[in-house]
């Protein structure tokens, strides 16, 4: 039998359906572009990454006491293949499920979800509003101060750049480029 694999439509219409507050749904396209962004640089699968972004706190809101677990049920329940299954429950690694991120699409999604909080908070405070002109030195110098964003556990991030090899700035930068490409749809445009 042939794995059935979903379209960018049917990931957004998933997510709509479980999903109704808006900054949950910014920050679900925020992953996806970001992660979009890494599959172009980093040779994967642009599709496949962006709608594993998209999709990986699908039971967020409904379920925050069972997190990834829903989205396991709700994702084999539409017959979704099994890496795009992994690859969305490994970013709750050491949180909310046993599932270590192995492969790239899982590290990076793993090492950048925590971070595009971080990216989004830090924007939202400048008086642009942007990321437009947000570099990644206004992220680190926010990131030192850990009554900011309090709730965005830095560690992961480290975690998540030191499976991929790569330093913090760097992690930071290339997220903050993802972003970009959305930041009209994730009211991150700024001021104009």
């Known amino acids: 039998m042939e794995e059935r694999i979903p379209s960018r ?3 957004f219409q998933l997510l709509a359906t479980y999903t109704k ?3 949950l749904i910014r920050h679900g396209l925020a992953v996806e572009a970001v992660m979009r962004y ?3 640089h980093r040779g994967g699968d642009e599709e496949q990454w962006g709608i594993v972004g998209l999709v990986h ?25 099994e890496s795009y299954i992994r690859a969305v429950i490994s970013h709750g690694w ?3 499920t046993d599932v270590e991120p192995i492969s790239d699409m899982e590290k990076v999604l793993y090492a950048t979800d925590e971070l595009t909080g971080l990216v989004t908070t830090t924007a939202l405070v400048r ?29 992961i991030i480290d975690r998540g750049a030191a499976m991929l090899g790569m330093e913090r700035r760097e992690l930071i930068t290339q997220t903050i480029l993802g972003m970009r490409e959305v930041a009209e749809q994730i009211n991150l445009k700024g001021l104009s």
Do not use: N
């Open 9 to 11: 439509e049917e990931a």
């Open 21 to 23: 507050t808006e900054s």
């Open 38 to 40: 890494f599959a172009r």
């Open 57 to 81: 706190d699908l039971d967020y809101e409904q379920f925050p006491e069972q997190h990834c677990i829903k989205t396991e049920q709700i994702l084999r329940e539409q017959q979704w293949p």
């Open 94 to 96: 050491g949180i909310c």
């Open 127 to 155: 008086p642009s509003k942007s990321v437009m002109d947000l570099e990644a030195k206004s992220v680190i110098k926010k990131w030192k101060d850990k009554s900011f964003a309090a709730k965005v556990d830095r560690a």
